[in-house]
């Protein structure tokens, strides 16, 4: 079986990319997005209301990798598995109740086998309760403006009301796509749970991608007999990243060949342009009060533009607009925003600044001595 899959998606990633009105064809929903700009490229009923059965997930490591960035968790913690976790059914990493695990250990069995008892040991971990891990799940969701998206549960497992679209579904993969560590785990086609009492549980990735398509390093599946066969993906090559989301796919080979097509047609359609990079310098700032007079302009996030292959590569330029700012001040504080012209003056995108180094605000003698030096000096 595994021999004529790589065989299946061998002979994909070799063909010529079919055209864009047919991708997805046995799908109910999909989209495709570039990730550093968010740029749609593809869609499909992408805002129609479905399950996403364990694409749940996605949200659920979200959570608890900026749990982890709080500082609230980390993967060193030891976490206590409920009844209720040890007791979920389908696909599970067999915890054992009243036992203590390694939150990185869970990470790894919602990641790699999708397993729904890890699911919800994170939502106690990270919320105090399913219940209340849920009401975080909705607000982050209508933090991200996930207009089309209710969770009910931390796993997916089938519940009236509990929805996304596969829109949706690509904003939240690439807000968890941010925390670059997640891809260790996600990447993992096989792995094992070693449980205390010497036996271990064998973790296969669900997604069967990230074994058989160069650059797929996550993300996650998802499977209920309501849902259909789902698949939220995401592969790098030459710098650039995509993202896909198939919904309601009717089997899970199906589900994996129409992944491989959007991913072949991304590829071979599409360029990353850098208009500016993150590390660019882009002038300087005064700050007033501060233990230095001024600081280096940087932006926050790269600025990136999704070009096709075949076109040339286009020119750019910008005007920096600053704000007061008074110390202190930290790297990653906005300072003022970045205008992108093309080269007709049209102003395409308007992006943060921030500065290149923290500037603390000046103690008293720093600040006598510099005014006594601008005395002394008579200016």
């Given at each position: 079986m595994k021999k004529l899959l790589l065989f299946v998606l061998s002979f994909f990633s070799m063909t010529t990319i079919v055209l864009a009105e047919n991708f997805a064809s046995n799908a109910?929903?999909?989209?495709?997005?570039?990730?550093?700009?968010?740029?749609?490229?593809?869609e499909k009923n992408s805002n129609e209301r479905l399950a996403p059965a364990?694409?749940?997930?996605?949200?659920?490591?979200?959570?608890?990798?900026?749990?982890?960035?709080?500082?609230?968790?980390?993967?060193?913690?030891?976490?206590?598995?409920?009844?209720?976790?040890?007791?979920?059914?389908?696909?599970?990493?067999?915890?054992?109740?009243?036992?203590?695990?390694?939150?990185?250990e869970l990470i790894k069995g919602v990641s790699i086998v999708s397993a729904n008892d890890a699911a919800v040991a994170l939502?106690?971990?990270?919320?105090?309760?399913?219940?209340?891990?849920?009401?975080?799940?909705?607000?982050?969701?209508?933090?991200?403006n996930l207009e089309n998206t209710t969770f009910l549960n931390p796993h997916g497992l089938d519940t009236d009301g509990h929805y996304t679209t596969a829109h949706d579904m690509a904003i939240m993969a690439r807000e968890l796509i941010k925390h670059v560590n997640i891809l260790?785990?996600?990447?993992?086609?096989?792995?094992?749970?070693?449980?205390?009492?010497?036996?271990?549980?064998?973790l296969v990735n669900t997604n069967k991608l990230v074994r058989f398509y160069p650059g797929v390093d996550g993300l996650k599946t998802g499977f209920t007999d309501n849902a259909g066969y789902c698949l939220t993906a995401t592969?790098?090559?030459?710098?650039?990243?995509?993202?896909?989301?198939?919904?309601?796919?009717?089997?899970?080979?199906?589900?994996?060949?129409?992944?491989?097509?959007?991913?072949?047609y991304a590829f071979n359609t599409y360029k990353l342009n850098t208009i500016i990079d993150k590390e660019q310098e882009l002038g300087h700032i005064y700050i007033e009060k501060g233990d230095i007079d001024k600081s280096t302009l940087v932006v926050k996030n790269p600025i990136t533009e999704v070009e096709e292959i075949s076109t040339n590569k286009k020119e750019y330029t910008y005007n920096i607009k600053t704000n007061k700012i008074v110390a202190p001040v930290k790297k990653g504080d906005v300072v003022g925003s970045v205008e992108i012209k093309d080269s007709d003056g049209l102003i395409v995108r308007e992006e943060e600044l921030t500065i290149k180094e923290d500037v603390k605000k000046i103690n008293f003698i720093k600040l006598f001595l510099k005014n006594f030096k601008i005395l002394i000096n008579g200016k």
């Open positions: 109910k929903s999909a989209i495709l997005m570039e990730f550093t700009t968010g740029k749609i490229l593809y364990s694409m749940t997930k996605v949200m659920t490591l979200l959570l608890t990798m900026e749990a982890i960035d709080e500082g609230k968790l980390s993967m060193d913690s030891s976490i206590t598995i409920s009844d209720n976790a040890a007791s979920m059914g389908g696909s599970q990493m067999f915890l054992d109740a009243n036992t203590s695990i390694k939150l990185e939502a106690e971990a990270v919320g105090g309760s399913q219940e209340n891990f849920v009401k975080l799940m909705n607000e982050k969701a209508k933090e991200l260790k785990y996600t990447s993992t086609y096989e792995d094992y749970f070693n449980k205390s009492d010497g036996s271990r549980t064998w592969a790098m090559k030459n710098n650039v990243r995509f993202i896909t989301v198939l919904m309601g796919e009717p089997s899970s080979d199906l589900r994996s060949k129409e992944t491989t097509e959007l991913l072949n």
